[in-house]
């Protein structure tokens, strides 16, 4: 089983739509849990980072599942600009195993 | 947060030759990590480099075929050794600080 595993997409939505996707790992000891963004053959960078609480950025929300081991990422109100792959970060301090990406696509 | 140049940002390359990627920091670190994305893959890390002694690599990564460097805390650069087609990927310098900052990225592929 693999340490993250996403739900590779692709997630073809209109501009404003909400899209949301989850990502579940299987280390119950991970303590630290991000997305990152990545574009075409470009380096990740780092969306957010993920809190027990849940939190909120803008447009984008992430909430933690610790009980089922999940991480979800809602984008609200979807622009052109979000059509990227998302990668799903899961570890401890430095160790992090990273998902092989959602893509989503908003079009016009 | 850290700034990291890479380079080559890409290369092309015959089987058999061996390319060095270097991965420079705007600031002194402890640790800096190169990893690699095949296509359509995620990251998987090849190796902890760290300052002043040797690399740590991980599983399915031997330092025979991905020889690494650290002269310094800004400074370090992977050799992707006796390259065949297998080895075409992106590979990636990173720095912890908090969360993980990635280089630019060198876009490799060997003919």
């Known amino acids: 089983r693999k340490e993250v595993e996403q739900d590779p997409g692709p997630f073809n939505v209109p501009e404003g739509a909400t899209v949301a996707f989850n990502c579940t790992y299987s280390?119950?000891?991970?303590?630290?849990f991000f997305w990152y963004r990545q574009d075409c053959r470009k380096e990740p960078k780092l969306l957010m980072s993920?809190?027990?609480s849940g939190n909120e950025d803008g447009r984008f929300t992430a909430q933690l599942n610790r009980a089922s081991q999940y991480i979800s990422l809602l984008i609200r109100d979807s622009k052109l600009s979000d059509s990227a792959t998302y990668l799903c970060?899961?570890?401890?301090?430095?160790?992090?195993?990273f998902g092989a990406g959602t893509t989503v696509t908003v079009r016009a | 947060s850290a700034v990291i140049s890479q380079k080559p940002s890409r290369d092309i390359c015959q089987r058999g030759t061996s390319l060095t990627i270097q991965c420079q920091v705007d600031?002194?670190?402890?640790?800096m990590f190169w990893y690699r994305q095949q296509p359509g893959q995620s990251l998987t890390l090849i190796a902890t480099?760290?300052?002043?002694?040797?690399?740590?690599?991980e599983s399915g990564f031997v330092i025979d075929k991905f020889p690494i460097s650290r002269p310094n805390l800004t400074f370090s650069t992977l050799t992707v050794s006796n390259m065949s087609p297998e080895d075409s990927s992106i590979y990636l310098c990173?720095?912890?600080?908090?969360?993980?900052?990635f280089g630019s990225g060198t876009q490799l592929s060997v003919l």
């Open positions: 990173s720095v912890w600080g908090e969360k993980l900052f």
């Open positions: 600031s002194q670190v402890t640790m």
């Open positions: 480099a760290n300052q002043g002694s040797e690399a740590t690599y």
């Open positions: 970060v899961v570890g401890g301090d430095y160790k992090l195993s």
């Open positions: 993920v809190y027990s």
């Open positions: 280390n119950s000891a991970s303590q630290s």
